[in-house]
């Protein structure tokens, strides 16, 4: 009897370390998912350009369209860029058929050429 008792405050001990560990990983997994999900309302997508993901521009515009247009403003080659413009026409118009691309299109070109 004396054997069986004998180890037992070693495991109340590391038991109560496995408890209280518990507890603090899950408060701080709490803490983050509560955390990301605020932040994930903003619909702000990162630091990829200022002018691009600012809250005035991105809160009622698609920021993939913005990326793909500003991709569209970097290529050098007139072929490439025909061929870039076909691909966004072609899905943004299946998407959005009240045309918000040629607005946001708009919108990139003025602010591009504004920066040259």
Sequence with gaps: MKILFKNSRGQIGETLTWV??????LVILIFFIFGSSLLGKTKSVGTFRESLTSSKTTLNSDIFLRKSLFTYLSLTSNDQKQALEKKIVSIYWDKDPDGEYNQTRKEILIMYNKKR
């Design 20 to 25: 209280v560990a518990t507890i603090i990983i």
